[in-house]
């Protein structure tokens, strides 16, 4: 596959991802939009993943490629049917650009647990992760409106949509799986987040949020590995 990804922010790359697509032999390209890069056109792409970022969908002013990305991502996943991967912004985003909403939300920084739903203990994308699991949260934005025809795949108590499916083959968690060693260590740096973080778990909150991550990376590595062998399965479907 030939994968086209969106960024907004040089450290918030595919992370562990990128490992698992060149062992199986794809491609990736990676369009940084914070720094001014433009996406190329759609035709020759395989699949769309849209990534993290410090900013929030609603912030066109602050950065007007948002307005855009909006319309790439409906014409990816509504108009050409492309498979699709959201993760944390790029989750939000794919709510908004199908006709959803985003919203300040309950903060949600650290380890926390997230549940299932019916419709994602028995679908395909979540396929094989226990009822209830762990993960890296770092949001202050949620869905507060789903797009028509979308299925919320598992949520918890502060955020009600941490995973959706829109269609046969458009997926997003609010959640990270990509993190590796460095994630937080280099999120941390990033301004937004490391005041995000600082607010939510106080001075040294970020060498403890390593440590715990760092506690469970295999756990969250092999995760990731499962889930991206469950998107891989639905791009391939019809």
Not at 165 to 171: F, V
Request: proline share 6%; charged share 20%; with cysteine.
């Amino acid at each position: 596959m030939k994968i086209l990804v969106l960024q907004h922010e040089r450290v918030e790359h595919p992370g562990i991802f990128r490992r698992f697509l060149a062992e199986d032999g794809h491609e990736m390209l990676a369009v940084e939009l914070d720094e001014g890069e433009t996406p190329p056109p759609l035709d020759g792409f395989d699949a769309l993943w849209v990534l993290g970022g410090p900013m929030d969908v609603w912030q066109e002013a602050e950065h007007p490629w948002l307005a855009a990305e909006k319309r790439l991502i409906r014409e990816a996943v509504a108009e050409r049917g492309l498979p699709y991967l959201g993760l944390c912004l790029g989750h939000q985003l794919l709510a908004e650009a199908l006709g959803g909403a985003v919203g300040p939300g309950t903060p949600e920084i650290g380890i926390m647990e997230v549940q299932l739903t019916e419709d994602g203990a028995s679908g395909v994308f979540l396929d094989g992760l226990p009822e209830r699991f762990s993960c890296l949260q770092w949001h202050s934005a949620e869905i507060t409106r789903l797009p028509a025809g979308a299925q919320v795949l598992a949520t918890s108590p502060a955020c009600a949509v941490q995973a959706m499916r829109w269609g046969n083959r458009a997926h997003s968690v609010q959640f990270h799986l990509e993190i590796e060693a460095d994630t937080v260590a280099s999120w941390a740096r990033i301004p937004a987040y490391a005041a995000a973080l600082e607010r939510a778990m106080g001075p040294g909150g970020a060498a403890r949020l390593e440590a715990e991550a760092a506690a469970q990376m295999e756990a969250f590595n092999a995760m990731a590995e499962r889930i991206y062998i469950n998107w891989l399965q639905t791009a391939a479907g019809a």
